[in-house]
């Protein structure tokens, strides 16, 4: 997002984390466990890596592509999202 022209207001990690134990419909609510491990020295202090393989497994043989995360498809993405009110736009 900072590349991009979106802007957004800084948020200190604590009160981010916050936010998202308060809203357990937010998408990363299932996360927080891994992400307040990470924030506070219990993860892997910035290496977090997320593998696709199991949706790659799940998608086999379907004709579904997992399209690979380009700055094209995160222009998208940020584009559907200030469309949807989620985000500020530029």
């Known amino acids: 997002m900072a590349a991009s022209t979106y802007e957004l207001p ?3 990690p604590r009160a981010w984390l916050e936010r998202i134990g308060e ?4 998408a990363a609510f299932p996360l927080l466990g891994t992400l307040v491990a990470e924030f506070t020295g219990g993860g892997s ?3 977090l890596v ?3 393989g199991a ?7 379907t004709g579904v592509v997992r399209p690979e995360v380009d700055e094209k498809l995160f222009d998208a993405c940020a ?12």
């Open 10 to 12: 800084g948020v200190e």
């Open 55 to 61: 949706a790659d497994d799940a998608l086999a043989g």
């Open 45 to 47: 202090e910035g290496g």
């Open 23 to 26: 809203d357990p419909g937010n």
């Open 79 to 90: 584009d559907c999202f200030v469309r949807e009110g989620r985000l500020p736009g530029p």
């Open 50 to 52: 997320f593998d696709p």
